[in-house]
């Protein structure tokens, strides 16, 4: 379930729903000119402002110890 502001619905084993927002994780990169920030992978963002790694599979992130979400998209 894609909503039109960017934001998607999260789904937990216990069935809790949280809303998220994929957003790109930037790191600079040193090149001759000076330094550009490059995007090395996606994360997520929840409402309240935190974020966490998105897992190799690009559909999961665990927000807390046993705390696996995966998107529904």
């Keep these: 379930?894609?909503?039109?502001?960017?934001?998607?619905?999260?789904?937990?084993?216990?069935?809790?729903?949280?809303?998220?927002?994929?957003?790109?994780?930037?790191?600079?990169?040193?090149?001759?000119?000076?330094?550009t920030w490059v995007e090395v992978c996606k994360q997520i963002q929840v409402e309240s402002g935190e974020k966490f790694q998105l897992n190799l599979d690009g559909k999961s992130f665990y927000a807390g110890l046993n705390k696996l979400y995966k998107l529904i998209f």
Excluded at 8 to 31: C, D, L, S, Y
């Design 1 to 35: 379930m894609i909503i039109s502001n960017g934001w998607m619905t999260a789904v937990a084993v216990n069935g809790e729903h949280i809303r998220v927002q994929v957003i790109p994780f930037k790191r600079e990169q040193n090149n001759m000119s000076g330094v």
